[in-house]
């Protein structure tokens, strides 16, 4: 446990470094969290926790209920990444991922959300021409609770016929409801856009989606709505990303989507995400922030892990679940003015560099302090 002295009241945040990498980008993001109380004058008291491989390890379970109810008990909560090849037995009862399931359940978080934006900085970065990502900045809201990720029933079986398996779509319309309203609110304090993606021409489920996001979108006369099927999505995102405000879909379609779209930036170690459920009485939502990447575990120890994804977590965690707007702008400044500096990481090569995991991370203390 760390903790930062200062006369204000402490925020909780708990912290699971994960596996492979999560250590290293963990350890980047909480300097980044000591520079921010060192500079505003905030206090954060941090707990170590452990999720995942390294849970199941320790513990024999991938996250234990005291570590989950410790979560609970937080002000947010900061994750690294899970898994790696050490866990990946099929046949295994126990995986690491099923820790990262269980504490989204058991906090309640039904939406995730996903910015991407392309910084100057990297527009050589992507794959795609520079003149079609330049000034990218769309948030990705993504279903997280429901969907074919959690439909019943989900099993394989064998029959006189050969293997077979199955799993099962389904939503309910107060699981759309609550993320699209959501969608629309962010999309306020946006560019008041929200394209909604869904595959309505097939899907049961699609048709339902349409048809909620349509009458919540009545609610919001401001906000102009748009429905794409996600195939032409897919499209879009490569050619005119820049056409994009909030986009609103469900659980699957917004998990791919995003691994998609994190290419226009030029790394999938740029892009964080923040897990929100329903606000408490004081009006705070509790809150899971993680980088998108998974625990990249043949480099992990090697320090070429990208912590920009983590560290921007972090600011997504002092915006909406600390309120804390003006600390969470200086982290991405931060963040901005060092890539703009020629700081890369291995995965950004290919523009400059590399540093290691820690040398970013310290140039990224700096500029906060400065």
Not at 48 to 54: L, M
Not at 207 to 216: A, D, G, H, K, Q
Not at 228 to 239: S, Y
Not at 244 to 251: I, K, M, R, S, Y
């Amino acid at each position: 446990m760390s903790t930062t002295e200062t006369l204000a009241a402490p925020s909780r945040i708990v912290a699971f470094p994960g596996d492979g990498v999560g250590g290293e980008v963990m350890t980047a993001a909480l300097g980044v969290l000591d520079a921010v109380a060192e500079k505003f004058g905030r206090r954060f008291q941090v707990e170590d926790r452990q999720i995942g491989g390294a849970a199941i390890d320790a513990y024999g379970t991938p996250l234990r209920r005291e570590d989950l109810e410790a979560a609970r008990a937080a002000d947010a909560v900061l994750l690294g990444a899970v898994g790696g090849p050490k866990w990946d037995d099929p046949h295994a009862s126990m995986r690491p991922e099923q820790g990262l399931l269980r504490i989204r359940k058991g906090l309640g978080l039904f939406a995730n959300l996903r910015p991407v934006a392309v910084s100057p900085a990297l527009s050589a970065a992507s794959p795609i021409k520079a003149e079609i990502v330049a000034g990218t900045d769309m948030l990705v809201v993504r279903e997280l609770t429901g969907g074919i990720y959690f439909g019943r029933p989900s099993r394989q079986w064998r029959d006189r016929r050969g293997r077979a398996a199955v799993d099962t779509l389904r939503y309910r319309e107060h699981e759309i409801a609550r993320v699209t309203r959501l969608a629309f609110e962010l999309a306020q304090g946006r560019r008041n856009k929200v394209t909604s993606v869904d595959k309505a021409n097939v899907l049961s489920s699609s048709r339902l989606w349409r048809t909620m996001v349509s009458e919540i979108g009545c609610e919001y006369p401001t906000v102009e709505l748009e429905h794409v099927l996600v195939d032409a999505m897919a499209m879009h995102l490569v050619r005119q990303p820049t056409r994009f405000d909030v986009v609103l879909t469900e659980n699957m379609f917004g998990d791919i989507l995003t691994d998609e779209a994190s290419v226009l930036g030029g790394s999938i170690g740029l892009l964080p995400s923040a897990s929100l459920g329903a606000p408490h009485a004081n009006g705070r939502r509790p809150g899971l922030y993680e980088p998108i990447h998974g625990s990249a575990p043949d480099i992990a120890g090697l320090g070429r892990a990208n912590p920009v994804g983590m560290i921007l977590s972090v600011a997504l965690a002092l915006r909406y679940s600390l309120w804390l707007d003006r600390e969470a702008m200086a982290v991405e400044q931060a963040v901005v003015d060092t890539l703009a500096a020629g700081m890369r990481t291995a995965d950004l090569i290919g523009v400059g560099g590399p540093v290691s995991t820690e040398v970013i991370g310290d140039a990224i203390v700096r500029r906060i302090l400065s």
